[in-house]
């Protein structure tokens, strides 16, 4: 199992969150979320078997994870947020998060996929 990755860290006096997952093999993918208040504000989700390729050893999935957390701690740093995630999916720095605002059906279905392998439930 490979450890995940959390950074907190600041930009213009707003603190983030970053958590960044290796979720598997099924799918192989790598998730990035970023947190601002509790609430996911943007997320990156790369699937490695394109950029790597399918015999992908463990220290190749390592190495991935930790520059997809890297770059997106960079971004923040720079004021790079947007880049992140869809329009939609950002809330303005200078709006508070809503919490009753709902998570595009991707985020989610990802979320669920990722508590039910930790959970160690099959599909």
Same mark, same amino acid.
């Given at each position: 199992?490979?450890?995940?990755?959390?950074?907190?860290?600041?930009?213009?006096?707003?603190?983030?969150?970053?958590?960044?997952?290796?979720?598997?093999?099924?799918?192989?993918?790598?998730?990035?979320?970023?947190?601002?208040g509790?609430?996911?504000?943007?997320?990156? @989700?790369?699937?490695?078997?394109?950029?790597?390729?399918?015999?992908?050893?463990?220290?190749?999935?390592?190495?991935?994870?930790?520059?997809?957390?890297?770059?997106?701690? @960079?971004?923040?740093?720079?004021?790079?947020?947007?880049?992140?995630?869809?329009?939609?999916?950002?809330?303005?720095p200078? @709006?508070?998060?809503?919490?009753?605002?709902?998570?595009?059906?991707?985020?989610?279905?990802?979320?669920?996929?990722?508590?039910?392998?930790?959970?160690?439930?099959?599909?």
């Open positions: 199992m490979i450890p995940g990755r959390n950074s907190s860290i600041r930009h213009a006096s707003i603190e983030y969150h970053v958590q960044t997952e290796d979720l598997g093999r099924r799918p192989p993918c790598i998730l990035s979320l970023v947190y601002r509790g609430a996911i504000v943007a997320h990156e @989700q790369t699937i490695y078997h394109e950029p790597l390729d399918e015999a992908v050893s463990e220290d190749q999935i390592r190495r991935f994870l930790e520059e997809q957390h890297l770059r997106i701690l @960079q971004s923040i740093l720079a004021g790079h947020l947007p880049e992140l995630a869809s329009p939609d999916d950002l809330l303005p200078s @709006q508070p998060p809503e919490t009753d605002r709902p998570l595009p059906d991707s985020v989610n279905r990802l979320i669920a996929e990722y508590l039910r392998r930790r959970a160690g439930r099959p599909r």
